[in-house]
């Protein structure tokens, strides 16, 4: 155009419009590469990413098509307030045990760890059949229906008066807790764009740390709050608590229902036999090695969330309890160190999440269980759990705690094939009830019959097995290709 004008050539100097041209190209090209059509050419076989996939984001988060960014914006809240809710069960149980059935305090870790069993029996057996079934109906319906079953299960839960009762709740608020767990697992692969897996997968982790530090600043302070500022009794607060619970499951279902991606996973095949859906999270295991080490990380993380929100707050509940405090004065500093835990796993969420998206996803998983190991087995060498030393201790716990949810949900989200990740994510969170039980049982065990501190042993040792596994996998097998 600036070339054709004879009355501007004979006025401008060659360099001037050499100069000119050049600026005029460059601002051309910056305006192509940000417009609507990505303009470059792509090498052959490389991915190309669908036009969805170039306007669809949150934040620095990209979303895979048909994913809107409320819908991200929405699951994101649903992590923070729907994992909180799951795992206050745990944090509160000694108070009921206490209180409501009055167990003296020699017996109350074998019971914790008799209730955590049956309830995790239920997500043994329903988390394969819950995730083949979201692929078949769609995400949010399954998501709601779990949500009003804990709600049910937290008014039931007030009016416990023995082990039989304690642990018949339990087992049901368990299926409606395996119900929000697969759930939020498959929306957590569903979503990201390969590229942001690990980013979205690290967004996650910071809003349930932010849910859990809630615990332990919000929620195990109610008993106090309503015993000390509404004159009620130590067995009133807890339940006034756990209607208060109920009613945030409520609202929970409403957040779901209003956010959340109606119908089935488009990728899905919606006529598949629903058995042959389950059957392919177990082959996916026996068919890709990558696969399997998720399945076992998911084992190691959840058997790492029983240490910490059932034997790390019983052994300081106790602790505190012991030495002259009230039931309800300590859970509030148990509260407080809880939090201390989870804000640490906050604060690392978004390290551990970069480190997922820049290095081998197997590599990455054994980094996470070696900094696991350290974070378990130094709990060991603490001689008072209220004292100075927990502050460090705590602090790589929940480092060790948040690297593992987030290596194995990484992982699982890239291997997992797109027309069966309920399946898959499913066998996933199975093997992560597998994990409960199996720390819970015997962890139970150790920590009345040993010491406070072998549940923590115990698990430290598995996850350094499971970090040299992870090396071995890394060394021997590629990731699979984007699945996005």
């Known amino acids: 155009m600036l070339a054709g004008c004879r009355c501007w050539r004979d006025r401008v100097s060659p360099s001037v419009h050499a100069a000119l041209a050049a600026a005029l190209l460059r601002y051309r090209y910056n305006l192509e590469i940000t417009s609507c059509t990505v303009r470059r050419r792509h090498a052959p076989g490389e991915y190309k990413p669908p036009m969805s996939e170039q306007f669809n984001k949150l934040g620095h988060v990209r979303l895979v098509d048909g994913v809107r960014p409320s819908h991200a914006a929405y699951f994101l809240f649903a992590a923070f307030l729907g994992v909180s809710l799951t795992t206050f069960l745990s944090t509160i149980q000694p108070n009921l045990l206490a209180v409501n ?7 109350q870790g074998q019971i914790s760890g008799l209730a ?3 309830g995790e029996c239920v997500l043994l057996l329903s988390s394969s059949f819950i995730g083949a079934y979201s692929d078949r109906i769609g995400r949010r319906g399954v998501f709601v229906g779990g949500m009003f079953v804990l709600a049910l299960g937290w008014v039931l839960m007030a009016y416990v008066d023995s082990v039989v009762t304690l642990v018949a709740v339990r087992v049901f608020m368990s299926f409606g807790i395996a119900i929000i767990n697969v759930m939020i697992s498959a929306l957590m692969v569903d979503y990201p764009a390969e590229a942001s897996r690990g980013k979205l997968v690290a967004l996650a982790g910071v809003m349930i740390g932010i849910g859990n530090i809630m615990i332990g600043l919000v929620y195990l302070k109610l008993p106090e709050v309503f015993a000390v ?3 009620v009794s130590e067995l009133t607060a807890i339940r006034y608590t756990l209607f208060t619970m109920a009613a945030l499951s409520i609202f929970m279902a409403l957040v779901v229902r209003i956010g959340i991606r109606g119908g089935p996973p488009p990728q899905a095949r919606k006529h598949e036999a629903y058995i042959a859906r389950v059957k392919v999270g177990i082959s996916a295991g026996r068919e890709n090695a990558r696969i399997l080490l998720a399945y076992f990380c998911a084992f190691v993380a959840r058997g790492d969330l029983v240490v910490i929100g059932t034997f790390f707050t019983l052994w300081l509940t106790q602790t505190g309890i012991q030495s002259g405090m009230a039931p ?3 859970a509030a500093t148990t509260g407080g160190l809880f939090a ?3 804000t640490s796993a906050l604060l690392w969420a978004p390290v551990a999440g970069w480190l997922n998206d820049h290095m081998d996803r197997a590599k990455a998983m054994a980094l ?3 900094l696991a190991t350290v974070g378990y087995t130094g709990c060991a060498f603490i001689p008072d759990p209220l004292g100075p030393w927990m502050y460090p201790a705590g602090v790589l716990l929940g480092i060790g705690q948040i690297s593992a949810v987030t290596a194995s949900q990484t992982l699982i989200g890239q291997e997992a094939p797109p027309a ?3 399946s898959v994510v499913g066998m996933f969170s199975m093997f992560g009830a597998a994990g409960i039980l199996f720390i819970s049982s015997i962890g139970g065990i150790l ?9 923590f042993i115990l698990i430290g040792i598995v996850n350094g097995i499971l970090c040299i596994a992870a090396l071995r996998v890394a060394k021997t097998t590629t990731p699979a290709m984007a699945n996005n």
């Open 101 to 107: 059935l009055g167990l003296p305090a020699e017996q």
């Open 116 to 118: 955590l069993f049956a």
């Open 229 to 231: 500022h509404f004159g």
């Open 328 to 330: 309800s004065e300590a």
């Open 340 to 342: 201390m835990v989870m």
């Open 368 to 370: 996470a269980m070696f």
């Open 420 to 422: 069966y990740r309920g």
């Open 447 to 455: 920590f009345d019959r040993i010491a406070p501190v072998a549940p």
